[in-house]
């Protein structure tokens, strides 16, 4: 049961223009989420969070959105470097299960200089 | 400071046969947490320890599968035996215990690849 879900798999994007990366979820006990970016051969390494008391969270490049009656997440990167080219995770977890993480499928962003 | 550290990186081996991964967490991290990533999946938890308690195995195959953290330390994921769906990255991670939070950050190893032929 794929409780959070990136719907699209891949995104291309022009070096300097904005990307934008989705994420659902079914789970309305959710109250943290974080986007976990990962190079190949790499282990995921943690970008940004937001809580569900928030609906945006901004770390310059890098914002979070989060629309809870949507269910919906979306991580905006401005401008796009070619070293932003990666598979995003988006994750979610609920205070009531402590740190249990649970993952999306990632959406591998590729960056055209 | 040292990252998780996991070895090895790259492991073939044949269904039936056993195969066991080690982890090292950071320094000091009391929670220590097993990862499946399939190829396409986002990472799926398989079992996660609180020094060398089990605080959630609910989705390790226990037939085949088995972890150990003795020590509270490094950790061992053991396959025995292996079947082709094994196939996939295992990831390792870790995270402090903060008592003014609830959340705390997990670290991520670089992973160990297992192609089960």
């Known amino acids: 049961d794929q409780q959070v879900k990136q719907n699209s798999p891949s995104l291309s994007v022009q070096e300097g223009r904005i990307s934008i990366l989705n994420c659902d979820y079914t789970n309305s006990m959710f109250d943290y989420f974080l986007w976990y970016k990962k190079y190949p051969a790499e282990g995921p390494t943690f970008l940004i969070s937001i809580s569900s008391i928030k609906d945006k969270n901004e770390d310059g490049r890098f914002t979070v959105f989060l629309n809870k009656s949507a269910k919906h997440l979306s991580l905006h990167i401005v401008p796009s470097q070619p070293g932003d080219s990666a598979v995003y995770f988006c994750?979610?977890?609920?205070?009531?299960?402590?740190?249990?993480?649970?993952f999306g499928t990632g959406t591998s962003l590729t960056v055209i200089p | 400071e040292a990252g998780v550290a996991q070895s090895p990186r790259y492991k073939i081996i044949e269904k039936r046969q056993s195969v066991a991964f080690w982890c090292n967490p950071i320094?000091?991290?009391?929670?220590l947490y097993w990862y499946q990533q399939i190829l396409g999946q986002g990472p799926k938890l398989l079992i996660q320890?609180?020094?060398?308690?089990?605080?959630?195995d609910s989705q390790l195959p226990k037939d085949r599968f088995s972890a150990e953290r003795l020590k509270g330390v490094d950790s061992t994921l053991k396959i025995q035996p292996a079947k082709l769906e094994d196939s996939a990255v295992y990831l390792c991670?870790?995270?402090?215990?903060?008592?003014?939070?609830?959340?705390?950050?997990?670290?991520f190893g670089p992973g160990t690849r297992l192609t089960v032929l």
């Open positions: 320094s000091g991290h009391a929670t």
């Open positions: 320890f609180q020094n060398n308690g089990v605080v959630d």
């Open positions: 991670a870790s995270s402090a215990t903060s008592g003014s939070s609830w959340y705390n950050e997990q670290f």
């Open positions: 994750a979610a977890l609920s205070s009531n299960t402590g740190n249990q993480f649970y």
